[in-house]
Nanobody
Framework: QVQLQESGPGLVKPSQTLSLTCTVS??????????WNWIRQSPGKGLEWMGV???????YYSPSLKTRTSISRDTSKKQFSLQLSSVSPEDTAVYYC??????????WGQGTQVTVSS
């Protein structure tokens, strides 16, 4: 059973870079039918897909966040990471890592609250 766990600071100051890590257990980060995603949910809003890193390391980002988002991975540690630069209070959200298999998302982390505030 694949399990995901997000980690990172819960409080980030405006204009700084938010950095989160997702640690994978029970599965391979290089499995070629998995895509590794970051998704967030701001207060009172729906889920927002941020970006993905595929099994071959290629990345794709939401157009609205593309200029500020970077996703990377460390296969030796079974981790993939999110960096979001130049954050503002509008980036306050619960951040999730999730695996997409075909068109569904069967595996999710529990989510981590990140607040952007001075």
């Amino acid at each position: 059973q694949v399990q995901l766990q997000e980690s990172g600071p819960g409080l980030v100051k405006p204009s700084q870079t938010l950095s989160l890590t997702c640690t994978v257990s029970g599965g391979s980060i290089s499995t070629n039918y998995y895509a590794w995603n970051w998704i967030r949910q701001s207060p009172g809003k729906g889920l927002e897909w941020m970006g993905v890193i595929a099994y071959d390391g290629s990345t794709y980002y939401s157009p609205s966040l593309k200029t500020r988002t970077s996703i990377s991975r460390d296969t030796s540690k079974k981790q993939f990471s999110l960096q979001l630069s130049s954050v503002s209070p509008e980036d306050t959200a619960v951040y999730y890592c999730a695996i997409r298999v075909a068109t569904s998302y069967p595996y999710w982390g529990q989510g981590t609250q990140v607040t952007v505030s001075s």
